[in-house]
């Protein structure tokens, strides 16, 4: 099937990002209780414990998922191992608007990423398209206002975000180019993801492990990390994982990237809805400059 970008996969690669803005909300809130890692891999054991009662078969030896373990070892810490842990990372290590100002480069690296790893040409469209959405990004950073960006100071905390950006776009690459993965666990939602986080948690555990061996690492247990966990497994965890596989695949890696680019938007909503603030004119012409720059993108 030719990527196209539809209205069901707008749908689908819009709900990632509003439950990703609700991550790093909850990341952030519970960073005092929970060292990053170790956030991970409670995150991951429990998105585990929830999707293994529908597709555990994939987990047998005579499973067809065996003969392809390289690639979902990859697959795993690209994005269960990897990505989420220097995440919750960045979110002890750096300040939330360098965060997100990073992470506004994920269009860019699946362009770059696609041309160098995987043949894919970029159009004039793509690059006006990544500049009208990273511009959208850029006057939620600033609130509307340029001198605010231009006190944008980064810090080396900020280099786990850029490799973040990095690790999902290659994963989402390998998405879109199915090239070793069985039929039937592909055409599986349940078991794909399973199937990668069956090697993400090892990753993740591995990380944690040594997180707990080389630093001061810490838990808090009580109802708020309780409740954040939850929140963390079930809706960036699973549900994201779902829709944006399946966006990817109906749109495309490059269309998908410039979608990441409403986080920052969505966390800015979210953040005004905590704060009882009433959203500004610079939120809904963020939201135009970054829809803009989807739209310029994916025509054809």
Known sequence: MHPKLTPTAALLLTVPPLLWAGNAVVGR?????????????????????LLL??????????????PSWRRFLLL?????GGYNALLYLALNTSTPINVTLVGSSTPVWMLLIGRVFFGVGISRRQLLGAALSIAGVMLVLCRGQLELLLQVRLVPGDLYVLMASAAWAYYSWMLAHPTTEPAGIRSDWSA???????????????????????????????WPLAAALAFISVGPGLMAYRAWGAGVARAGPAAAGFFSNLTPLFTAVLSSAFLGEIPRLYHV????LIVGGIMVSSRR
């Open 29 to 49: 809130l519970v960073s005092d209780l929970v060292s990053p890692m170790t956030l991970n891999f409670l995150r991951w054991v429990l998105a585990f414990a």
């Open 53 to 66: 009662p529908l597709a555990g078969n994939v987990l047998r030896p005579t499973s067809d998922l065996w």
């Open 76 to 80: 795993g810490l690209l994005s269960v």
């Open 192 to 222: 794909f993801l399973l199937a990668q986080m069956a090697f993400g948690l090892a990753w993740a555990g591995l990380f944690a492990g040594g997180e707990w061996a080389l630093t001061d690492a810490r838990i808090h247990w009580g």
């Open 285 to 288: 012409l963020a939201f135009a």
